[in-house]
């Protein structure tokens, strides 16, 4: 069943219940009417018998059981005997009343006032059912009118599941919640679409980048066959190749964890000076921070900013800078290098990128920044006065 097949369906089903309950109301206080006043009519009736006058206009009729004795009116319909109270049989509308010794019972005949009551039911069904129709009718073309950009939103869905064209847009209109749910539609769609630029180009540089160091170690072994070179000498040079494509499927293997991290409470401190210290390079921060983490990623990455420090600032000032605040731990590298430029800056952590010519397979910082965001942290990189870098990863403290 359609959303606007049940939203026309809930829409008559709640109006129908509206006349419903509005007509039966109605009813019982057109029924309480008019019984009102045959009952009025009635106790006239019997108070013109016991004083022997004429009883009102109409068809009135009476019956007098007083012990075994019975009197009755000739036009007394055949009723059997009923206890106290008012009754409607056949058109007549009657009254059984209590008297001393027996019971009294009155009855006027009133075909008109039955009638009408059997026509107001037939009414209150009919042109109730009939309402509820007409409700259901207009509710389903207002529950068109009103889908019609969710219906123009599924279109688009199934489009871009057919097509796999992630370009496609859903136009936003109206307003509340369908035009919020088409802007979101379009922003998943974009999230998509560059994601899915990303992961191609990573792809296509990661196969470049693994194809290298294979062509030349390749072509180093091929020159010692042929007499180029030396066997010791193709063999170190495959050696290097072969460590470069190490490192380069190490930090692919990193990027490729998606945010999956092992926390455990750990020593960020101590993990900061050793990596320091293995560097050669001092430490400056307190002896001790509790924190939960992976301590595998934390040091790869922090092991990434100092070879970077090293290589691209030129080992001036180089350090480990750890501070902890409130809510969150800084673990930098600071050096006085020549720095980075700010639109390097704004494109560091893609991977792939080399912002200088220095040796290096553009990885380090992708990496650094893949493990922040894997703890839920970032990295920063800012200038550092009077010059240099300073590389840092902002780890939010989770309570060790």
């Known amino acids: 069943m359609s959303l606007r097949t049940r939203l026309a369906l809930f829409f008559a089903l709640a109006i129908g219940l509206a006349l419903l309950f509005q007509g039966a109301l109605s009813y019982v206080a057109f029924k309480r009417l008019v019984e009102a006043d045959l009952d009025r009519s009635l106790l006239f009736y019997v108070q013109a018998l016991a004083e022997g006058r004429r009883p009102p206009r109409g068809e009135f009729a009476f019956r007098l059981v007083h012990g075994e004795a019975r009197q009755a009116s000739a036009n007394f319909p055949d009723l059997p005997e009923l206890p106290p109270g008012a009754y409607w049989r056949e058109g007549w509308r009657v009254l059984v009343l209590e008297v001393p010794g027996g019971t009294l019972t009155v009855a006027r005949y009133d075909p008109g006032a039955a009638f009408a009551l059997s026509r107001f039911r037939l009414a209150l069904f009919g042109v109730g059912g009939l309402l509820t129709l007409l409700f259901a009718l207009l509710a389903g073309s207002l529950a068109g009118a009103a889908l019609r950009p969710l219906a123009r939103l599924t279109g688009v869905a199934r489009r871009v599941a057919d097509s796999q064209d992630l370009s496609l847009r859903v136009v936003p209109e109206g307003g509340g919640e369908l035009k919020a749910l088409a802007e979101a539609f379009n922003h998943m769609l974009e ?59 190490e930090a692919l293997l990193v990027l490729a964890r998606e945010g999956r991290v092992e926390r455990v409470v750990l020593d960020l401190a101590a993990l900061a000076r050793e990596e320091a210290a293995a560097f050669g390079v001092p430490y400056e921060g307190p002896d001790s921070l509790p924190f939960r983490g992976d301590p595998l990623l934390l040091a790869q990455a922090l092991r990434n900013l100092l070879q970077n420090a090293l290589l691209h600032g030129e080992g001036k000032g180089v350090r480990v800078v750890l501070e902890a605040g409130e809510k969150e731990a800084l673990l930098g590298v600071v050096d006085q290098g020549p720095g980075m430029p700010e639109e390097a800056r704004k494109e560091a952590g893609r991977p792939f990128l080399r912002a200088s010519r220095a040796p290096g397979e553009g990885l380090g910082l992708s990496v650094a ?3 922040a965001e894997a703890h839920g942290g970032r990295l920063e990189l800012l200038p550092n006065a009077p010059s240099g870098l300073v590389a840092r990863l902002v780890l939010p403290i989770t309570g060790a």
């Open 191 to 249: 999230r998509l679409e560059a994601f899915l630029d990303r992961e191609r180009r990573f792809t296509r540089d990661a196969a470049h980048e693994l194809r290298t160091p294979v062509a030349a170690a390749l072509a180093q072994v091929e020159a010692a066959e042929k007499g180029y070179l030396s066997q010791e000498e193709a063999l170190l040079a495959a050696k290097e190749e072969l460590l470069r494509m190490k490192r380069l499927v």
């Open 369 to 371: 920044k893949k493990v």
